[in-house]
């Protein structure tokens, strides 16, 4: 049975992600990952597909375990994992808990990792794997700290996971997108800081993203932002200091 895996399904992204892969990528099944198993089943019924709803909390690894147990009874042949399950938080060291600091590594970098690993010995020649960055990547970003950290663990390990899974034929890129128009910012301001980031300029749409993603992934890019806006950002991360893109950044966020 050929499957896709995408994490964070329930919303955005990762949502958005579903909708392709469920029209164009010769899959038999998708398997959706996310808590809110509602959202799950009602993209179940929407998809003209057989769509197998995971209510899971990626926070838990015992949730990994299951993902590893379903892997293992049912053998299946993943041509796509995509992982969009992530998410922010605004404010300065001291404005986030060290719980909601701690979510943010746990689910962008430990989960991320984790479901990697538990789904690469299922993926063959051809098969395709999507880590959702972000353009967050590309510098230090304060008074988004933390996510801008993930992201950069994100960034740097897809890129070497590339090089590592050529010989196997797997298809591998970091997708670093500008804003999304999603539900992301509704959770990235629930802090006691959360009007520090108050500009989400030339935001797009999550389908939008997930179309250049995968067009991106078929050309065999190691990288894609997704827009104009965020390659010229991403050619300035890589030209000027730090202390310049973070400057600009406090100026216009
Ligand atoms: N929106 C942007 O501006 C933007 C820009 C660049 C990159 N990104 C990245 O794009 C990815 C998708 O975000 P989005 O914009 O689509 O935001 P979103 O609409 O808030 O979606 C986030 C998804 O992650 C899932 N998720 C969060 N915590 C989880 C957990 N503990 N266990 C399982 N699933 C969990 C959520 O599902 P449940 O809540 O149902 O569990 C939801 O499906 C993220 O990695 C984000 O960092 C977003």
Redesign the pocket.
Known sequence: MKIAII????????KAFAEKIAKTGGVDELWV????VE?LNTLANELKIAVRPLA????NTKSIEEIERLLNEEKPDVRYLVN?????KFGNYNDLTREESRGILD??VRALMDVTLAVLPYMSRGSRLFE?A???AFQPLPGFNIYAAT?AFVLSYTRSLRWELRGRGIHVTAVC????K????K?AVDTRNGILVKNFWA?LQ?SFVAGCAMLGNKLGFAVVTCGPHTFIHRLAAKILPSWLIMGIWRLIR
Not at 7 to 14: D, E, H, P
Not at 84 to 88: K, L, T, W
């Open positions: 994490t964070g399904a329930s919303s955005g992204l990762g990952i996310a808590r809110r959202r899971l909390d990626l926070g969009a399950a992530g998410f922010g689910i962008n959702i972000s353009s967050s992201k997108p500008g804003w999304i999603t539900e992301f910012m959770v935001a999550p």
